[in-house]
């Protein structure tokens, strides 16, 4: 089983600012199986980045994805508000999905 | 425009078997790469993915959980059944249903919360 681990466990930025969130897998992960979500209260999760890099559809080009292997970052820049959130990074390998255990990125 | 949508009881005893449905619209489970998966998330905790079924009737099952689960699905009636036996307190949850076509789950249901309590 592939374990996904997210740094920080919480993060806390002003608006404006830049957030770069961290998912390290336990071994290598094809960049096509590799995706990003955002999580707010209440709400089901949404799709942002697929494929590592690619934004899904209606995802503000704020929201950007990258790296390979076992090393996978998500860019927020100039952060609003409503970016409040949790990410979960997920991977899919070897015919079973697994998430990481969460990024909650607090908007002061 | 997909949608999905999860239904179930909403309180069930431990030992008991969980059946939920998701019903949807908006795209065709016959139609070659889609699929439709669920997830949980206990209160408070991470997501878990728990199963996946594809429209050439392909299942696929968290290896934890593999012997307690069982996914179908009726094209006809655009619905996917999970079954989850031994219901325990720890398995109180939201459960959600996804859409996948190729890798990500790119539509949710709204999620139905399911709590385990005798």
């Known amino acids: 089983e592939i374990v996904l681990t997210q740094s920080p466990g919480t993060l806390s930025l002003s608006p404006g600012e830049r957030a770069t969130l961290s998912c390290r897998a336990s071994q290598s992960v094809s960049s096509i199986y590799f995706a990003w979500y955002q999580q707010k209260p209440g709400q089901a999760p949404r799709l942002l980045i697929y494929?590592?890099?690619n934004r899904a559809t209606g995802i503000p080009d704020r929201f950007s994805g990258s790296g390979s292997g076992t090393d996978f970052t998500l860019t927020i820049s100039r952060l609003e508000p409503e970016d409040s959130a949790v990410y979960y990074c997920q991977q899919y390998g070897s015919s079973w999905y697994t998430f990481g255990q969460g990024t909650n990125l607090e908007i002061k | 425009q997909i949608t999905l949508k999860e239904s179930g009881p909403t309180l069930v005893k431990p030992t008991q078997t969980l059946t939920l449905t998701c019903s949807f619209s908006g795209f065709s489970l016959s139609t070659n790469g889609v699929g439709v998966g669920w997830i949980r998330q206990p209160p408070g905790k991470a997501l878990e993915w728990l199963a996946l079924?594809?429209?050439?009737?392909?299942?696929r099952y968290n290896p934890s959980l593999e012997r307690r689960l069982t996914i179908t699905k009726d094209t006809s009636k655009n619905q996917v059944v999970l079954a989850m036996t031994n219901m325990d307190p720890v398995d109180t949850a939201t459960y959600y249903c996804?859409?996948?076509?190729?890798?990500?789950?790119?539509?949710w249901g709204q999620g139905a919360l399911v709590t385990v309590s005798s």
């Open positions: 996804a859409h996948i076509k190729s890798s990500p789950f790119d539509f």
């Open positions: 079924i594809y429209w050439d009737d392909d299942k």
């Open positions: 494929g590592a890099s």
